[in-house]
């Protein structure tokens, strides 16, 4: 298969500097664009391109960008800014992707913001990136260095009427922060919370101007599709989604790490090439694309991994990283280990999230330690109902409960079977001789 | 005038203030930048850069106990921070964790009596395809076992 997204990338991950990254076809799309493209043709050859948001929503990139505001006919009204921002937190659990993107192949995402900062219109783009990320940092920052020396980036992009400044910004840590619009309160010095939408980010982002937040991953496609085209592009795919992706898988396969391959390649295609599962075993169950996406089992193998095909399967695409669970996996511990994460990185903003998270992760640790009580099973049914869709401000909760919930469907006997039968009943369950009591008070 | 923090950290920020349409932006920047200087953020520190940005200690304060990567309390020279996310906890995270703290005798949190290291628990570092991982200061080590880890703490002074 042809490499699109890891083309210029090895296994010590030593990146192409500016005159290899240019000897090797970079910057080609930058100067395409800048010189033949007006903004709103990047965006249609991109939706025709078919690519989809890779940070786990999976929301169209094209469609995205065009709901920006346009301001080419009539520049008075043109805001003080508009921003590109980068998602470049990758902070769900399983999920190391970007990293590989940003670490091997720096030029690559400074060329793709700069396209899709023209697209959008904007004129600053920040890469909103995890504090872990150290040598992300250092990789980009020369990168974005080497790019405005050359003439990518600064005033008058190639000599056109294009201007764009790029800078890094360092996080200090908190998954919430991955979500789009916590992003942008982060991004502004505040405390990650989220923000209601409408307005949505195209209308009132970034200090209120219009913005655009998309996945590193996401972005790093569009030179390649301006390169080569959008046909080429959506051929790459096995169905209907275009494109490449980098898949991973960590957990128990026996070669962990990061493979580029044709989006919508079978479940069980990509385990073959991380090995297999380790030590000879079997499977047990995996999530798709990290902690968020509810699980899925060996009855799934044969699923392609993309959009539909996950979706059709009861789980989502996510990040298309996979963890991996053995058949000697206890179910109890993968969950307690999730809901652990997610109950500490709630932003505390909204109640049900905020007191319910750590309420499951202790429901859960008491089944783990044969503590347990009757009725804890359906306590943790109820709470996949009320963090549910549409029951939080944001998506963090319902996100805790995808493999919460998937995992009670698939794996509700082995949860169950660790309720020690000694007849503990819940503090407040009716007493079983509720309707004697009530008799007796009335008289 | 401020005269808590050094010229270096002063310019630091204003540089990382010129970055923004509104310099508050600057203000986890801020915090970051003081911690590369001294380790930690101090309440004496966290105050005089709050000034520098122009917002209240208690406006810098609500940001520094949001983030998980500001330390307000002193930290040893090296700070592990190992990941307890699910990919190294299905790779043996727990023999790890109960191994580092057992070797430097210290629980999450806390400092060894010499300095030398602090230990933290820390979610999924991207580095999920070589856990168990942790990472020692800056530095990523993964494929953690009890012996690559006395090996590593050794390197460090
Ligand atoms: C709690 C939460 C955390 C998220 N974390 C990330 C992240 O770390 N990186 C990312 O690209 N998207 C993350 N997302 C998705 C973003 O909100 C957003 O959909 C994405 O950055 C859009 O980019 P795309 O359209 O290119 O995928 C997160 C969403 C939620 C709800
Ligand atoms: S769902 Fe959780 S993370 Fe999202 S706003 Fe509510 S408390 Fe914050
Ligand atoms: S789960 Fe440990 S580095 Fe990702």
Not at chain 1, 218 to 238: A, D, F, M
Not at chain 2, 122 to 147: F, Q, S, W
Request: charged share 20%; hydrophobic share 35%; with cysteine.
């Amino acid at each position: 298969m042809e490499k699109v997204l890891t083309q210029n990338i090895n296994d010590q991950r030593e990146p192409k500097w500016l005159s290899d990254y240019e000897a090797a076809g970079g910057y080609r799309a930058l100067k395409t664009v800048v010189n033949d493209y007006q903004p709103t043709e990047v965006g249609e050859c991109v939706k025709k391109a078919g690519l989809r948001g890779r940070g786990g929503a999976g929301f169209p990139t094209g469609v995205k960008w065009s709901f920006m505001p346009r301001f080419e006919d009539k520049p008075d009204e043109r805001p003080a800014h508009i921003y590109m921002v980068v998602n470049a937190d990758e902070m769900e659990p399983g999920t190391f992707k970007d990293r590989l993107l940003m670490e091997g192949d720096p030029h690559q995402l400074v060329e793709a913001v700069a396209i899709a900062s023209y697209a959008i219109g904007a004129d600053i783009a920040y890469i909103f990136l995890r504090g872990e990320y150290t040598e992300s940092r250092w990789k980009l920052e020369k990168a974005i260095a080497e790019a405005e020396e050359a003439g990518y980036l600064g005033d008058h992009v190639l000599d056109s009427n294009f201007s764009l400044t790029m800078y890094v910004h360092m996080s200090a840590g908190r998954y919430i922060c991955g979500e789009e619009s916590a992003l942008l309160s982060a991004l502004e010095g505040r405390r990650a919370v989220p923000r209601h939408k409408p307005p949505f980010p195209a209308a009132s982002g970034l200090f209120g101007q219009p913005t655009t937040v998309n996945n590193v991953e996401t972005v790093c496609n569009v030179p390649h599709i301006i390169n080569n085209g959008p046909e080429w592009y959506q051929s790459l795919g096995l169905n209907k989604d275009g494109g490449t992706k980098l898949y991973g898988a960590s957990g128990h396969v026996a070669n962990p790490g990061l493979v580029e391959l044709p989006i919508g390649t079978p479940i069980r295609e990509l385990l073959d090439h991380f090995g297999g599962i380790r030590n000879g075993r079997a499977l047990k169950a995996l999530l798709p694309g990290g902690g968020s996406t509810p699980i899925l089992t060996p009855d799934h193998l044969d699923t392609p991994m993309d959009y539909e095909g996950v979706g059709a399967a009861g789980s989502r695409l996510g990040t298309g990283t996979m963890v991996v669970f053995d058949e000697q996996t206890p179910i109890v511990g993968v969950l307690k280990n999730l809901e652990h994460f997610y109950a500490q990185e709630s932003c505390g903003w909204c109640t049900p999230c905020r007191d319910g998270l750590p309420w499951v992760e202790r429901i859960l640790t008491n089944l783990e330690a044969g503590q347990g009580r009757p009725g804890d099973i359906e306590l943790l049914d109820m709470h996949t109902k009320l963090l549910g869709p549409g029951k939080t401000f944001c998506a963090h909760a319902p996100g805790a409960m995808g493999p919460l919930e998937s995992g009670l469907k698939y794996f509700r006997d082995e949860l169950s079977a660790l309720i020690p039968d000694n007849g503990d009943t819940l503090a407040f369950h009716e007493p079983a001789n509720a309707e004697s009591h009530q008799a007796t008070t009335q008289t | 005038m401020n005269t808590v923090l050094s010229d270096a950290e002063i310019e630091e920020i204003r540089h990382e203030m010129a970055l923004y349409e509104d310099p508050q932006a600057a203000t986890i920047e801020a915090l970051n930048v003081v911690q590369n200087h001294r380790g930690w953020v101090s309440d004496e520190a966290l105050a005089a850069a709050a000034e520098v940005i122009g917002v209240t200690p208690t406006q810098m304060e609500a940001v520094a106990t949001f983030y998980n990567l500001i330390f307000r309390h002193p930290v040893g020279r090296h700070v592990i921070m190992i990941c307890d996310s699910i990919s190294c906890y299905l790779t043996g995270y727990e023999e790890m964790r109960d191994h580092l703290k057992s070797s430097l005798g210290i629980d999450f949190g806390q400092t060894t009596p010499d300095n030398r290291f602090t230990l933290l628990p820390i979610c999924c570092l991207g580095n999920c395809g070589n856990g168990p991982a942790m990472r020692v200061g800056n530095d990523y080590h993964g494929n953690l076992t009890p012996e690559t880890i006395d090996k590593i703490l050794a390197d460090y002074a």
